[in-house]
């Protein structure tokens, strides 16, 4: 099968090996020409087979996606297929997919998470749009998704927006998560008595009910870096976290773990907090976000 892939960044350019080592013809396009496997999107597209083209989009959400959408409606054809596998915003999946279906393209939106460990493990997968679209894109989603049972990595979530929708609410939880466990690490930080916090962490991460990946990511952090000396605790949001408030209001569905986590992040932005530092180093750990170094590192 030959794919398309559009963005060739920390996920896009893993996401294109994953697919090789798994036998699929990737041609990848970036505007970085040191990593780009061809000059422009026309390019591309032609060097996909006609009437069975499949592109996956891997860039920024908003105005990058939205322009890059607009010009595979120009150069695509009629039977084609376009994937959003970036952190778009579901509302925006509708105005993908009619911009694309005005000229007989289809559309498929894929929340996907997995970060940079994604190359070695897999990413997890929420797939929206029509079955028969995601179908034809199995041969995609089962190169990247985690091996083993494909139920356990990967979900049709529903039509056009579904899988955007799946990954925001992912990421909400996310926060959440994050929030806990940075909490957590300031409480043991602050009192005299746990004299091996990275210890009494990773002994958390096996046998416990608290036990996840993120628990060792922070673990992993902190043995690099026992008092994150080196990053400052501005904690950044990327965007998920405050369209999931925004849907928990507008449903009026209470989400205060989740909301709380969002706050905390603006309160990074205004003083040194221990336990951003713990979610600025998680953030790195598994998707490569970029960290502010401390200001007297």
């Known amino acids: 099968m030959h794919v398309g892939l559009i963005g060739l960044g920390k996920m896009g350019a893993n996401m294109r090996t994953r697919m090789r080592e798994q036998g699929l013809e990737v041609i990848g396009y970036d505007r970085n020409p040191d990593v780009s496997d061809v000059s422009d999107l026309t390019a591309l597209v032609e060097a996909l087979p006609a009437g069975e083209r499949v592109v996956w989009v891997m860039v920024p959400s908003g105005a990058p996606t939205r322009s890059t959408v607009a010009a595979l409606a120009d150069l695509m054809s009629e039977g084609d297929l376009v994937i959003d596998g970036g952190n ?9 997919a009619a911009t694309l279906a005005a000229k007989g393209i289809h559309y498929v939106d894929v929340g996907v998470s997995g970060g940079v460990w994604g190359l070695e493990n897999g990413y997890g997968m929420m797939a929206g749009g029509d079955a028969a679209d995601i179908e034809r894109a199995m041969p995609v989603f089962d190169a990247l998704r985690p091996p083993g049972d494909r139920a356990s990595g990967f979900v049709h979530a529903g039509p056009v927006g579904a899988g955007h929708y799946a990954k925001m609410i992912h990421n909400g939880i996310e926060y959440g998560v994050m929030q806990a466990y ?56 990327s965007g998920e976290g405050r369209w999931t408030v925004d849907e928990a209001i507008d449903h009026a569905v209470p989400v205060p773990v989740i909301s709380a986590a969002l706050f905390a992040r603006f309160t990074s932005r205004q003083g040194e907090s221990p336990a951003m530092k713990a979610v600025a180093a998680l953030r790195h750990q598994f998707g490569g976000h970029a960290v502010q170094p401390a200001s007297d590192a």
């Open 88 to 96: 778009s915003y579901y509302r925006d999946d509708a105005e993908h």
């Open 182 to 237: 940075a909490e957590g690490y300031e409480l043991l930080t602050a009192a005299d008595l746990v004299t091996d916090v990275p210890g009494t962490l990773k002994a958390w991460t096996h046998g416990t009910v608290i036990r996840s990946w993120l628990l060792e990511l922070l673990v992993a952090a902190l043995e690099a870096d026992p008092a994150l000396a080196s990053i400052d605790d501005v904690v950044a949001d």
